[in-house]
Nanobody, 115 residues
Framework: QVRLVESGGGSVQAGGSLRLSCAAS????????MAWYRQAPGKQREWVATAAIGSLRRYADSVKGRFTISRDNAENIVYLQMSSLKPEDTAVYYC?????????WGQGTQVTVSS
C-alpha cells in the first residue's frame, strides 16, 4: 500500500520561507521519482518540481531559483524548500509519485503567503 504524507505547510509573509516534507511508504523509494504539485483556489492543479532517480531535478518556471526539491533515500522523504515566497504561491501542495503505473497523491498541505 503506497502512502504519501505531507507536512510543513503554514502561513508566512511574502519573502519568507517554508519547508514541506513528504514521507513515503510502500514504494522502492530510491528507484521512484517524486514530485510536488500545487492547486490554488479556483485553478487547476499544476506541477511544481520533480526529483527523479539520481540527481536530476526539474522545476516549473514559476518557482525556478526560489524552490529546491531534495530527497532523503535513507528516510524515504522528499522535501520542498520554498524561499522568497510570493502571494501567488498560495495553494494546497501535494506530494505525488507514480508507482507500478499507478498515480498516488498525498492529502495535501496548505501554504498561505500574505502580502
Amino acid at each position: 500500500q503506497v502512502r504519501l504524507v505531507e507536512s510543513g505547510g503554514g502561513s508566512v509573509q511574502a519573502g519568507g520561507s517554508l519547508r514541506l516534507s513528504c514521507a513515503a511508504s510502500g514504494t522502492t523509494f530510491s528507484r521512484t521519482a517524486m514530485a510536488w504539485y500545487r492547486q490554488a483556489p479556483g485553478k487547476q492543479r499544476e506541477w511544481v518540481a520533480t526529483a527523479a532517480i539520481g540527481s536530476l531535478r526539474r522545476y516549473a518556471d514559476s518557482v525556478k531559483g526560489r524552490f529546491t526539491i531534495s530527497r532523503d533515500n535513507a528516510e524515504n522523504i522528499v522535501y520542498l524548500q520554498m524561499s522568497s515566497l510570493k502571494p501567488e504561491d498560495t495553494a494546497v501542495y501535494y506530494c505525488n509519485t507514480v508507482y507500478n503505473g499507478v498515480n498516488y497523491w498525498g492529502q495535501g498541505t496548505q501554504v498561505t503567503v500574505s502580502s
